[in-house]
């Protein structure tokens, strides 16, 4: 009976990860950047945005997540989802890319504009600290699935 119960414990924990491996293939760190993305700009629904301006956070999320679709960034783009005016835009990319988490370089053909990249630590960063975000989101699928409201 012990040898039996230990196999159905195995088999249930055997589908246990499979389950786990298929819903972490399909919730990638850049699908949950697009969700945090998504939150962040549509809080001035509801608020003054001038309330939440992040324009480091605001950036690093969007150069992150415009280089995982393979897109290129320029610097014009970068400004417009900051959400804050230009110029402070282009303070925040200069201290950006003074504290090493953007790499900037000339634009190949409008020499007013640049093209940003995230550094390796930068990106890695970006990667680690989505991931991070991962068991939050199980637990709020898993609260959804049982039909009561999050504690």
Known sequence: ?????R???DELHAVEAMVRADRDA??????IGQVIRAAREGIGQFFDPALF?????????????????????????????????????????????????????????DPRLALLTLTDTARDSMLRWLTTLRPILDRLCAVAQEGRPPA
């Open 1 to 5: 009976m012990a040898d039996r119960l």
């Open 7 to 9: 196999h159905i414990h």
């Open 26 to 31: 399909r919730l990638t760190p850049a699908d």
């Open 53 to 109: 301006a992040d324009p480091a956070f605001d950036m690093l999320l969007y150069v992150y997540l415009e280089e995982e679709q393979g897109n290129v960034v320029e610097t014009s783009a970068c400004y417009r989802a900051s959400g804050v005016p230009r110029t402070t835009a282009v303070r925040w990319i200069n201290m950006l890319v003074s504290m090493g988490l953007f790499e900037s370089s000339p634009h190949p053909t």
